[in-house]
């Protein structure tokens, strides 16, 4: 047997929605910044050391001369020795005329020119003390700085870049809503 049925099949309504997202576009340009500090100035004034050591004397103690030392002394030496018989050819003359107060000046004259020198001895330490001459300026370092005024600083700030593009929100009907009967085991009159 069957039974007479109704079947009622609903659909719900649905909306749908269209979102478009907010954009925020931000930029922060840098600030500018200008420093401005002159140099600080450093002088320097500097004496370097110096030592000086004068062994020229003790070299020539001990015989280490050098070629134009020799000649200087050769010259020295020779020149020394012209005066000094200069001057005993001088007092031999003077003796000479001189004879008739002393008959003996003739034969004191001969036994002078022919006796051998007398050499002195001594004893010395060589080279001699203080012939070795020695100095020394330890100089001097002087250093002096010039600093000028504070820095100058000047900030420049940027203002921020900001763009905003608002975002939307749309409806639209997605689904309809709709229902549907449907009939069976039965005739129904229907009118329209």
Excluded at 80 to 101: F, I, P, Y
Excluded at 154 to 183: C, F
Aim: aromatic share 8%; glycine share 6%.
């Amino acid at each position: 047997m069957h039974f007479p049925q109704i079947r009622l099949e609903s659909t719900f309504a649905k909306i749908g929605l269209q979102i478009e997202k907010p954009i925020l576009d931000f930029q922060q340009p840098k600030a500018e910044i200008t420093i401005d500090q002159e140099n600080a100035e450093m002088q320097i004034e500097r004496v370097s050391p110096t030592l000086e050591m004068d062994s020229y004397e003790a070299r020539a103690d001990i015989d280490l001369k050098s070629v134009r030392r020799r000649i200087e002394d050769a010259f020295n030496d020779g020149y020394q020795a012209w005066l000094d018989g200069l001057a005993r050819v001088s007092q031999q003359g003077d003796q000479m005329m001189k004879v008739q107060h002393n008959k003996n000046a003739i034969s004191d004259i001969a036994k002078e020119n022919s006796s051998n020198p007398v050499y002195g001895f001594n004893i010395t330490f060589l080279p001699r003390y203080g012939s070795f001459k020695m100095s020394y300026d330890p100089g001097s370092l002087e250093i002096n700085w010039t600093t000028h005024e504070k820095p100058k600083i000047e900030v420049n700030p940027q203002k921020a870049i900001t763009n905003i593009t608002p975002g939307k929100v749309s409806t639209y009907m997605d689904t309809w809503n709709d229902l549907k009967i449907d009939y069976t085991g039965i005739t129904i009159d229907q009118k329209g």
